[in-house]
Nanobody, 123 residues
Framework: VQLQASGGGLVQAGGSLRLSCASP????????VGWFRQAPGKQREFVAR????????SYADSVKGRFTISRDNAKNTVHLQMNNLRPEDTANYYC?????????????????WGQGTLVTVSS
């Protein structure tokens, strides 16, 4: 299953972007979904996730209070609203779906991935 991420771009520090991710998987309404990111020369890291019923979103400490994850189960989409962006948020952002076990902040714990969308924040 290949997820389709979009919405990346170039923005100045302090600006906002909204990422979207569409899934073709029929299990989407029942799966945990979310986002990871990978900056140049660094490992992929957890950003945010949201459970199937959207009651318990979880965020990395570095984005808490600035990023908001949401989902639309009717449209099989997940969004990441990113506000007050910083240069250190520059990365390729990957959406993921379907928790399969292990740590919730480990990329190996998710079955489906998107191709990545690049976010560049200039200072």
């Amino acid at each position: 299953v290949q997820l389709q991420a979009s919405g990346g771009g170039l923005v100045q520090a302090g600006g906002s972007l909204r990422l979207s991710c569409a899934s073709p998987a029929r299990t989407f309404p029942y799966d945990t979904v979310g986002w990871f990111r990978q900056a140049p020369g660094k490992q992929r890291e957890f950003v945010a996730r949201i459970s199937w019923n959207a009651d318990i979103p979880s965020y990395a400490d570095s984005v808490k209070g600035r990023f908001t994850i949401s989902r639309d189960n009717a449209k099989n989409t997940v969004h990441l609203q990113m506000n007050n962006l910083r240069p250190e948020d520059t990365a390729n952002y990957y959406c993921m779906q379907k928790y399969i076990g292990g740590g919730y902040e480990s990329q190996s714990s998710y079955a489906y991935w998107g191709q990545g969308t690049l976010v560049t924040v200039s200072s």
